[in-house]
């Protein structure tokens, strides 16, 4: 897929992706369902093994927007909050690919030199020790401010005494704890 080089076309398709995320933010609760806070994720980049980007330390912001990006979206997208982050530094990256998941993110990455962003969860956690070095990808932290990730489980107040549902929750919220502790 060929990036969208048009300046009028990148700033409406940027506005379209904000309404849909403004949208899908606002529309995932309702007043009559329960919620509870599993774990709390971040984004983090990912880069093939060996990628030129991660041989200097530390990413700058100039060395990341430099870099050709693949980008995961179910709607698909170009644009999300790491590019509303960027522009606020007049800085811009170069979308090559839109997938729908992330691990089709990292496979890309794993044979490319494009580089990810995906959640830290995705490579692995305190169960599931060195994720990242199977999918042949390593991750770095993302030199712009990036809004944190809440995982919550949902459930409506109609199952919330069934002993079965109780259970299960419980079961889920310990499994998340152990997983992925908060530091």
Same mark, same amino acid.
């Given at each position: @897929?060929?990036? %969208?080089?048009?300046?009028?076309?990148?700033?409406?398709?940027?506005?379209?992706?904000?309404?849909?995320?403004?949208r899908?933010?606002?529309?995932?609760? $309702?007043? #009559?369902?329960?919620?509870?806070?599993?774990?709390?994720?971040?984004? +983090? !980049?990912?880069?093939?093994? !060996? %990628? &030129?980007?991660? $041989? !200097?330390g530390?990413?700058? *912001?100039?060395?990341?927007?430099?870099?050709?990006?693949?980008?995961?979206s179910?709607?698909?997208?170009? /644009?999300? &909050?790491?590019?509303?982050?960027?522009?606020?530094?007049?800085?811009? *990256?170069?979308?090559?690919? +839109?997938?729908? !998941?992330?691990?089709?993110a @990292?496979?890309?990455v794993?044979? /490319?030199?494009?580089?990810?962003?995906?959640?830290?969860?995705?490579? =692995?956690?305190?169960?599931?020790?060195?994720?990242?070095?199977t999918? =042949? +990808?390593r991750?770095? #932290?993302?030199?712009?401010?990036?809004?944190?990730i809440?995982?919550?489980?949902?459930? %409506?107040? *109609?199952v919330?005494?069934? &002993?079965?549902?109780?259970?299960?929750? %419980?079961?889920?919220? $310990? +499994?998340?704890? #152990?997983?992925? &502790?908060? #530091?």
């Amino acid at each position: @897929m060929q990036p %969208h080089t048009d300046a009028a076309s990148n700033v409406n398709r940027r506005s379209v992706a904000r309404a849909r995320r403004t949208r899908t933010r606002t529309n995932v609760s $309702a007043p #009559e369902m329960r919620t509870q806070v599993l774990f709390r994720d971040k984004y +983090v !980049g990912v880069a093939r093994i !060996g %990628h &030129p980007l991660l $041989a !200097g330390g530390k990413v700058s *912001r100039k060395q990341y927007a430099a870099c050709s990006h693949v980008v995961a979206s179910q709607l698909g997208d170009f /644009s999300g &909050p790491v590019d509303d982050a960027l522009e606020k530094l007049e800085l811009r *990256r170069a979308v090559q690919v +839109v997938v729908p !998941g992330y691990p089709d993110a @990292m496979r890309i990455v794993r044979s /490319s030199d494009l580089i990810a962003l995906v959640p830290r969860s995705s490579l =692995g956690n305190a169960l599931i020790k060195d994720r990242a070095a199977t999918l =042949g +990808v390593r991750s770095f #932290e993302i030199p712009v401010r990036m809004p944190e990730i809440l995982i919550s489980a949902m459930w %409506h107040p *109609r199952v919330d005494a069934d &002993p079965a549902q109780r259970q299960l929750r %419980h079961a889920v919220l $310990a +499994v998340c704890k #152990e997983a992925y &502790p908060q #530091e």
